[in-house]
T-cell receptor, first 109, second 113 residues
Framework: GQNIDQPTEMTATEGAIVQINCTYQTSGFNGLFWYQQHAGEAPTFLSYNVLDGLEEKGRFSSFLSRSKGYSYLLLKELQMKDSASYLCAVQEVTDKLIFGTGTRLQVFP | EAQVTQNPRYLITVTGKKLTVTCSQNMNHEYMSWYRQDPGLGLRQIYYSMNVEVTDKGDVPEGYKVSRKEKRNFPLILESPSPNQTSLYFC????????????FGPGTRLTVT
């Protein structure tokens, strides 16, 4: 079956580093995506991983371990505008995206 | 500007009154998809389309219809809406060429009373 787990909520302080974990079990795997979604808005693409390892994009990095069915999103130098939901999604070979329920991150001053 | 548009953005309707939510993309994308988003359940796929005249069910297709007569448009039809279809709906598109981000429309907040 398909199952994607991520924490429901996290809090952090401005300027800090936060790691959002995602574990998955799916019938097919093409890649793992991370999206950011501010309240009431559309999801926007952050990053994707195909191979094991770390992908860095500015303040955001994403890690994947396919053998463990595990990924994390690392946010550095947190800013207030990073308060949002972060969605982990697995892409199957059909291009279908299966989303986790999202992690709501609150950044405090 | 590359974008996915949806209309209407907000809609309040009554049970049983047919409605259509339009979705259009200007990126010549082959793959299009409809999702609904509910608290605690995340984004769930309703229908998707790999190309013109090719559509298939997602995870929660009951009560919905779609069509893909042109590449740019992918309307979502609720023939007889019910209160359990009250939700936030997103249309998305991508190239369909393997690993590629999906571009999401701004969302349609639907309330069925």
């Amino acid at each position: 079956g398909q199952n994607i787990d991520q924490p429901t909520e996290m809090t952090a302080t401005e300027g800090a580093i936060v790691q959002i974990n995602c574990t998955y079990q799916t019938s097919g795997f093409n890649g793992l995506f991370w999206y950011q979604q501010h309240a009431g808005e559309a999801p926007t693409f952050l990053s994707y991983n195909v191979l094991d390892g770390l992908e860095e994009k500015g303040r955001f990095s994403s890690f994947l371990s396919r053998s463990k069915g595990y990924s994390y999103l690392l946010l550095k130098e947190l800013q207030m505008k990073d308060s949002a939901s972060y969605l982990c999604a697995v892409q199957e070979v059909t291009d279908k995206l299966i989303f986790g329920t999202g992690t709501r991150l609150q950044v405090f001053p | 500007e590359a974008q996915v548009t949806q209309n209407p953005r907000y809609l309040i309707t009554v049970t049983g009154k047919k409605l259509t939510v339009t979705c259009s993309q200007n990126m010549n994308h082959e793959y299009m998809s409809w999702y609904r988003q509910d608290p605690g359940l995340g984004l769930r796929q309703i229908y998707y389309s790999m190309n013109v005249e090719v559509t298939d069910k997602g995870d929660v297709p009951e009560g919905y219809k779609v069509s893909r007569k042109e590449k740019r448009n992918f309307p979502l039809i609720l023939e007889s809406p019910s209160p359990n279809q009250t939700s936030l709906y997103f249309c998305a598109s991508s190239t369909g060429q393997g690993l590629d981000e999906q571009y999401f429309g701004p969302g349609t907040r639907l309330t069925v009373t």
